[in-house]
């Protein structure tokens, strides 16, 4: 089953414009990832917050974690064409020798020039 | 991309028919994960391995077998293939403290 679902299913902006993506779970994680898949490709990974942590930046992307209510946003600032691609949530809920992430289904992030 | 291969990239093949697809790495992890990925499903996690000869079912497990004798490959097979076992089917490694890296994918149809 799902542990992640991504908030919207899709979403299109213009160049320059802000991203917001969202991603909420349902079981406690140790922490949680944002990957990014363009077309044909496997993912590529973008950024990870442990579950201590509240808000982290990688260059534009911030991404935020709220464990009281289960939620994480990812935020892409000022977009580019480039950035068009599908973006899933992963949660790691590792607890012992083996870590396993559970996807959600991903956004569809179109940037228009 | 570097560190991790898929084989082969693209298969047709026909229902009830043996299929076997490989994740080759160079990296020397220890971890390696097999994914399907489908339309409104996003991807699922099939089996993976924690060592050599150390692998356990995930997610999305049945009609499906994996093997790791050796440190570098670690095979996804589809002893009698199905229809809704068209997909495609990505691998993943792993090293200590370190995220995920996915391979490019295997489209796989069966007819």
């Known amino acids: 089953s799902q542990q992640g679902e991504e908030d919207p299913q899709a979403l299109s902006i213009q160049e320059g414009e802000n991203a917001t993506m969202n991603c909420s779970y349902k079981?406690?994680?140790?922490?949680l990832q944002w990957y990014r898949q363009n077309s044909g490709r496997g993912l590529v990974h973008l950024i990870l917050i442990r579950s201590n942590e509240r808000e982290k930046h990688s260059g534009r992307l911030r991404v935020t974690l709220d464990t009281s209510k289960k939620s994480s946003s990812l935020l892409i600032t000022a977009s580019r064409a480039a950035d068009t691609a599908s973006y899933f949530c992963?949660?790691?809920?590792?607890?012992?020798?083996?870590?396993?992430?559970?996807f959600g289904k991903g956004i569809t992030l179109s940037v228009r020039p | 991309d570097a560190g991790i291969t898929q084989s082969p990239r693209h298969k047709v093949t026909e229902t009830g028919t043996p299929v076997t697809l490989r994740c080759h790495q160079t990296e020397n992890h220890r971890y390696m994960y097999w994914y399907r990925q489908d339309p409104g499903h996003g991807l699922r996690l099939i089996h993976y391995?924690?060592?050599?000869?150390?692998?356990d079912k995930g997610e999305v497990s049945d009609g499906y077998s994996v093997s790791r004798s050796k440190t570098e490959d670690f095979l996804l097979t589809l002893e009698s293939a199905t229809s809704s076992q068209t997909s495609v089917y990505f691998c993943?490694?792993?090293?200590?403290?370190?995220?995920?890296?996915f391979g490019d994918g295997t489209r796989l149809s069966i007819l």
């Open positions: 992963a949660t790691d809920a590792w607890t012992g020798a083996n870590s396993k992430l559970t």
């Open positions: 993943a490694i792993k090293g200590r403290d370190q995220p995920q890296h």
């Open positions: 391995s924690y060592g050599v000869k150390d692998t």
């Open positions: 079981t406690s994680i140790n922490n």
